[in-house]
């Protein structure tokens, strides 16, 4: 659906790396034209990468206003996931040249941003293509991001698996300890114990 209420101007917000045991987590916040469509864009999970980076420009092109948050893993350890999830979206709320008179968020939970109506829609980045956009900004710029550091320690497999909890992932952690990136508040080792940080 392109909104919720036609002729209102809304905006799309979705996160992505929350599940992430490395790396900050993203959101963003799109408003797109009335009357746009895009027969690709659609939840940026079941896009391939190359289409999702096909999609980002013209997204950011025929957009209204778009923008991104993000929250990085030390202030994710201090505030939680939950929190830093909805304070990315915050942010990337925040930065938008065009202000919403409604918020689209994915998912079932939100803290209200102050003097703007929402909804939450879960599955959302698969119903409403402002939140599917949101979804593609947030995802691919941080794979951007998870793609630069991981230059920086490339043990961790981060270019394959983008901070997320896999099996090489977690061995890597295991083997090597952890770096400035991980989210020490998480379970890293997938077994009840926190690693520990070599730097």
Same mark, same amino acid.
């Given at each position: 659906?392109?909104?919720?209420?036609?002729?209102?101007?809304?905006?799309? +917000?979705?996160?992505?790396g929350?599940? +992430? %045991?490395?790396?900050?987590?993203? /959101?963003?916040?799109?408003?797109?034209? *009335?009357?746009?469509?895009?027969?690709?864009?659609?939840?940026?999970?079941? %896009?391939?990468e190359? &289409?999702?980076?096909?999609?980002?420009p013209?997204?950011?092109?025929?957009?209204?206003? =778009?923008?991104?948050?993000?929250?990085?893993?030390?202030?994710? !350890?201090?505030?939680?996931?939950?929190?830093?999830?909805?304070?990315?979206?915050?942010?990337?709320?925040?930065?938008l #040249?065009?202000?919403p008179?409604? %918020?689209l968020? !994915?998912?079932?939970?939100f803290?209200?941003?102050?003097?703007?109506?929402?909804?939450?829609?879960?599955?959302?980045?698969?119903?409403?293509?402002?939140?599917?956009? /949101?979804?593609?900004?947030? @995802?691919?710029? $941080?794979? !951007?991001?998870?793609?630069?550091i /991981? !230059?920086?320690?490339? &043990?961790?497999? =981060? $270019?394959?698996? #983008?901070?997320?909890?896999? /099996?090489?992932?977690?061995?890597a952690? @295991?083997?090597?300890?952890?770096? *400035?990136?991980?989210?020490?508040?998480?379970?890293? %080792?997938g077994?009840? &114990?926190?690693?520990?940080?070599?730097?």
């Amino acid at each position: 659906m392109p909104y919720l209420v036609e002729g209102r101007v809304e905006a799309g +917000c979705d996160e992505a790396g929350r599940g +992430c %045991l490395a790396g900050p987590v993203y /959101a963003a916040a799109v408003i797109l034209p *009335p009357g746009f469509s895009n027969p690709l864009l659609n939840d940026s999970k079941q %896009l391939t990468e190359k &289409q999702r980076y096909e999609l980002r420009p013209i997204i950011e092109q025929e957009a209204v206003a =778009w923008a991104v948050g993000i929250v990085d893993n030390v202030e994710i !350890d201090r505030i939680n996931i939950l929190k830093a999830s909805f304070t990315a979206m915050h942010r990337a709320i925040d930065q938008l #040249k065009v202000r919403p008179e409604h %918020l689209l968020i !994915d998912g079932n939970r939100f803290i209200p941003y102050p003097g703007i109506s929402h909804t939450t829609i879960v599955k959302g980045d698969g119903k409403m293509m402002s939140i599917a956009a /949101a979804s593609i900004l947030a @995802k691919t710029y $941080r794979d !951007d991001f998870m793609n630069r550091i /991981a !230059d920086e320690y490339p &043990q961790y497999d =981060w $270019r394959e698996n #983008k901070g997320y909890p896999t /099996a090489k992932h977690r061995a890597a952690i @295991k083997q090597y300890g952890t770096t *400035p990136y991980h989210r020490m508040s998480f379970n890293l %080792l997938g077994d009840g &114990q926190l690693s520990f940080d070599f730097m």
